[in-house]
């Protein structure tokens, strides 16, 4: 199941249809919100430093989260969240650079996430294995099955399939692995990918993603003329709109796709801005389906967008116009979504899991019938990283 977290969570229960978790906008003026959350999750690690979800086994979720530390080591220069990395990473690469779990054989694009944390390790000590490991995934991805104008399959199987969560997965990994081994050919890739994508997803209309797209018109999701999945899911924007930020970053400046995509990424950024609840400045779990009954406010999606808004501005793909919108999410995200305790912060309203599948077909009933949580690591690793990127765009990282 793709977009789940693999049915696991920290303290989980259901939240649906909480419109305000304390509605303390205030609270998002405090700076310091990512060392709270990355204290937290330092906090539920036991003696040896590991706890045991982000051991369950090599796999995007745990990948995003012990990236999301790592980033907390280096910007709060904190060495404790940047070693919760590296001890777990090394508990999966092997001294010949083998990853214990990986199947390339699998061809599925959720298995690149996690390795984006070996470029951290890479650069650190320049151990050869960590450069190893990374040539395995690069070497799935340049073998991944493809549509017939080449877009990576989402796994090999969900044959001619692209959704927009395999973006994230795989384009930021291959366009740092292209800088740092002198590939240029794979920042063509990654270019062709996220172009590729958008241009078959995106519903006119509104400017706004569907979340997968059928080459084959095959899947009962898909649309029998164009292909795509029938609604916009939050998440799956998400997934597309960090992609987008984290590849364009190892973009050489000369790459002749490059302003086009910072382009698209812009008018992608409008469509959300359109769509931003304005009472709250939060997102609906389906964006094309606004307050219509069932549709609720959702966590996780709400927090990639303001992640992405804020990289956004900081590296100036965005016009300081977004600026509003990007607050207001977060001020959102803090004083309605998150409370605390004695046992730290907690996030709610996070949709456990989605996907496309004869038994996940699409449609506004399926998205709004998932599991709703609390505390899922799939919100909580999103929430560090939207944390570091709001406090490094406004200058004040690290305050408490």
């Known amino acids: 199941m793709h977009g789940c977290g693999n049915g696991s969570w920290i303290a989980g229960s259901p939240q649906k249809g909480v419109e305000s978790m304390g509605n303390d906008a205030k609270k998002a003026e405090q700076a310091g919100w990512s060392r709270k959350v990355a204290d937290m999750i330092l906090g539920q690690a036991d003696s040896d430093g590991f706890h045991d979800y982000p051991l369950e086994r090599w796999a995007y979720v745990p990948g995003m989260l012990l990236m999301a530390m790592a980033r907390a080591g280096i910007q709060l220069e904190d060495a404790r969240y940047y070693d919760f990395m590296q001890r777990h990473m090394d508990r999966y690469i092997g001294a010949d650079g083998m990853i214990a779990g990986y199947s390339l054989e699998e061809y599925n694009l959720d298995q690149i996430n996690q390795g984006k944390n070996l470029f951290y390790q890479l650069e650190r000590t320049g151990d050869s294995r960590y450069a190893k490991a990374a040539d395995t995934l690069a070497a799935q991805l340049i073998g991944q099955p493809r ?78 003329i164009t292909g795509v999945s029938p609604h916009v899911w939050s998440r799956a924007m998400g997934w597309y709109a960090m992609a987008m930020v984290d590849s364009l970053e190892h973009f050489p400046i000369t790459h002749p796709q490059r302003g086009t995509i910072i382009g698209i990424f812009q008018r992608m950024c409008h469509a959300l801005a359109a ?32 992640y992405a808004m804020a990289k956004g501005l900081r590296l100036r793909y965005l016009e300081p116009v977004f600026r509003t919108a990007m607050q207001r999410g977060y001020e959102g995200i803090i004083g309605r979504l998150v409370t605390e305790d004695e046992q730290g912060v907690h996030l709610h309203q996070i949709c456990n899991g989605a996907g496309l599948s004869k038994d996940r077909n699409g449609s506004f009933d399926y998205y709004i019938s998932e599991a709703v949580v609390s505390d899922h690591y799939m919100g909580i690793g999103p929430l560090l990283l939207a944390s570091l990127e709001v406090e490094r765009y406004l200058g004040r990282s690290g305050e408490r």
């Open 147 to 224: 549509t017939s104008e080449g877009g990576f399959w989402h796994k090999k199987v969900y044959p001619f399939q692209m959704w927009l969560d395999g973006l994230y997965m795989a384009s930021p990994f291959l366009a740092e692995y292209a800088k740092v081994f002198e590939r240029p050919e794979l920042t063509d890739e990654v270019a062709r990918q996220l172009l590729l994508v958008e241009s078959k997803t995106r519903d006119k209309r509104t400017g706004l993603l569907r979340h997968g797209w059928d080459e084959s018109r095959e899947q009962e999701w898909a649309d029998s």
């Open 275 to 306: 769509v931003q609840e304005p009472e709250s400045g939060l997102w609906y779990q389906v964006l094309d389906q606004g307050s219509r009954k069932g549709n609720y406010l959702e966590a996780s999606g709400s927090i990639m967008f303001v």
